[in-house]
Structure formats: C-alpha cells, structure tokens
C-alpha cells in the first residue's frame, strides 16, 4: 500500500487521535482538520490501534526503568557495606546486612510499582517499609559497624526516593 495516510502525516495526529478515542464524529473532526472522513475511517482502523500499543509499551519501559534506579543504588550501597565489613572483619555480618538491605529495596521497589501514577506518594510512611526497616536494624543491634553501615544505605536509599 503505496497510498500515505493523510492523517497520519497531519502535523495535529495526535489532537486527531484523542478525538477519535473520545469518540467525536468523524464528519466533525474531518470539518475541523481538513481532512476526508474516509481517510480518518482508514486511519481510525488501521493506524490508531498500533500507535495505541506502542505507547502503552512506551509507558511500560519508562515505569521499568523507574523502578531500576533503586537498585542501582542498591548495588553501590551493598558495594560500599561489603567494604566496610572486610574492613571490620565481621564479613559475615555484613553480608546478611546486605541481603536485609537488599530485600529491604526490593519491597521498595514492588511499593513503587503499585504506586500507578505520578502523584507523589510517600513509600516511606508505609508502614510496611516502617516495620522491615526497624526488624532490620533491631536484627544487627550486636553488630554495631554493621548496623551503622546498613542504616546509612537505607537513608541514603530514602533521600533518594524523596528527592525522585
Ligand atoms: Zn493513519
């Protein structure tokens, strides 16, 4: 199909678009932007389904990437504990401090995902995240270095999310 579809090349697509969603007469929006009711039929079929799909898989990728930079800082946070507990000697501790950090972020993470949209909700009032946090740093109460070194990744990892 040689044929380009006007509506797609409108410069106004995306007005067009929302319009057809919402469910505006073909006859208006066709008065309204000099274009054919029979090319908006053809656009409406064929082209609005796809670039539907494409957005949402857009949003989808963008929500993803946004619960990655947690873990991201994760990482560096369970590097820098590590290096603190090879430091101390007490490996052991530390890499449980690690795994609690971690599993800490990853309730973080799911916390995040749930939120659905960008309205700014606070995932550090949950009590949740409240609870695991407190158990967390209760567990390594013996471990003094290890317990410092976890609490400053968990309020870097919070300063974080605040400052998101
Ligand atoms: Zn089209």
Known sequence: MARKCTVCEHEKVEEINRLLLEGVSLRNIAKQYFVSAASLHRH???????KLVKAQEAQ???KANNLLDPVVG???KA???L???EQAGDLKTALQGIKEARACLELLARLQGELQERTTV???VNPQWIT???VILKALDGYPEARQAVARALREVESNVVGQ
Not at 44 to 50: N, R
């Open 79 to 81: 590097l820098s504990i």
């Open 60 to 62: 989808e990728i963008a």
């Open 132 to 134: 695991l946090r407190t």
């Open 83 to 85: 290096a603190t507990a």
């Open 44 to 50: 409406k079929e064929g082209h609005l389904p796809a």
């Open 122 to 124: 606070n995932v550090l």
């Open 74 to 76: 994760l990482r560096d």
